[in-house]
C-alpha cells in the first residue's frame, strides 16, 4: 500500500518484454527509415537491383520502373507529412532511450511511445498499400498482366507458390 510519503514503485519489466519491446521499436525504425530514405534521397530505379519496399515485399519487387517513379514522385509530394511523422519518431526514440536509462523503469511510458511509433509506421505502409493500389488502377489490361507476371515471378522467387488462374 501506498501513502503520500512512500509512494508505489512500478512493476518491474519481465526482461523477455523489455527484449521484445527494443525489437519492435527497431524494426518499425527500420521501415520508417526505408520508406523515408527512398523519399529524402532522390534517388531513382536503377535496374531490377534497385526497389522500392514500401513494406509491401513482392507486391513493390513486381512494379514496372516507371511505376517505381511515379510512386516515389507521390510521395516525395507527401514530404512535409512525413518529415513531421519522421521528427514524431526521433523524438519518442530520444524519449524511450531516457526511459530505458531511468531506474525504475517506466514499462507504460515505454510501451506507449512503442505504440505511438507503431501508428505512424502503420501510417506511412498505409500511405504505400494506396498508392501502389491506385497506380495498378491506372494500368491498362495488358500492363495489369504484366504485372501480375512478375508478382507471381516474385512469389516462386521467394519460395511461396502461387497458383495461375486462366
Do not use: H
Not at 5 to 23: A, F, H, N, Y
Not at 43 to 62: M, N, Q
Not at 77 to 87: K, L, S, T, V
Not at 90 to 101: E, K, P
Amino acid at each position: 500500500m501506498s501513502t503520500p510519503e512512500t509512494p508505489m514503485k512500478p512493476t518491474p519489466m519481465r526482461p523477455g518484454l523489455r527484449v521484445v519491446l527494443v525489437i519492435s521499436l527497431a524494426l518499425n525504425l527500420m521501415v520508417a527509415g526505408v520508406v523515408a530514405g527512398m523519399v529524402f534521397s532522390g534517388r531513382g530505379p536503377a535496374g531490377d537491383a534497385y526497389r522500392v519496399d514500401l513494406s509491401l515485399g513482392p507486391f513493390a519487387r513486381a512494379l514496372a520502373p516507371e511505376d517505381v517513379v511515379s510512386i516515389r514522385n507521390d510521395l516525395i509530394d507527401r514530404r512535409r507529412d512525413m518529415r513531421r511523422d519522421r521528427r514524431a519518431m526521433i523524438a519518442d526514440t530520444r524519449g524511450l532511450i531516457v526511459i530505458l536509462r531511468d531506474d525504475p523503469y517506466d514499462a507504460n511510458a515505454a510501451a506507449e511511445i512503442l505504440l505511438r511509433q507503431r501508428a505512424l509506421v502503420a501510417d506511412l505502409q498505409t500511405i504505400g498499400q494506396d498508392l501502389v493500389l491506385a497506380r495498378i488502377a491506372q494500368m491498362a489490361p495488358e500492363t495489369r498482366a504484366a504485372f501480375a507476371d512478375r508478382l507471381e515471378r516474385e512469389m516462386r522467387r521467394m519460395g511461396r507458390d502461387t497458383e495461375r488462374s486462366n
